[in-house]
């Protein structure tokens, strides 16, 4: 997941911001890919990602457009669900904006943390 730091100076409480974004869907990535699930990230118009389970590989794939939908396919790859993160939103706590109802056991102490930085 890419944070900016350089090129420019940025307001630090954007890098705060994009740190505690990074965080959570960091924390997210590990509990669906721990429940068994791969996953692969839908980069809006630029395509779908392959499908992995290998962390380093979702996360390097975040965060290069405004939103991103991590797909979430069953140990078959048969399609499970989505999570879809929204970057830049408050302080980067509501960076899970929506997922499909069925990941709520995997994402609850996600969710959790995500509270507790409010």
Do not use: F
Not at 8 to 26: C, F, G, L, N, W
Not at 38 to 60: F, H, N, Y
Not at 61 to 87: A, I, Q
């Amino acid at each position: 997941m890419t944070i900016i730091t350089t090129a420019y100076a940025v307001d630090p409480s954007v890098t705060r911001r994009q740190r505690i974004e990074q965080r959570i869907a960091s924390r997210a990535v590990s509990a669906l890919l721990n429940a068994g699930y791969i996953l692969a990230v839908s980069m809006g118009d630029e395509g779908k990602q392959p499908k992995t389970r290998k962390k380093t590989e979702i996360m390097r794939d975040l965060g290069e457009c405004d939103e991103d939908r991590v797909m979430v396919y069953n140990p078959d790859k048969t399609p499970n669900g989505w999570v879809h993160l929204v970057y830049g939103n408050d302080n980067g706590e509501t960076v899970i904006c929506d997922y499909t109802t069925n990941l709520e056991p995997q994402l609850a102490a996600v969710n959790a943390y995500a509270e507790t930085l409010v």
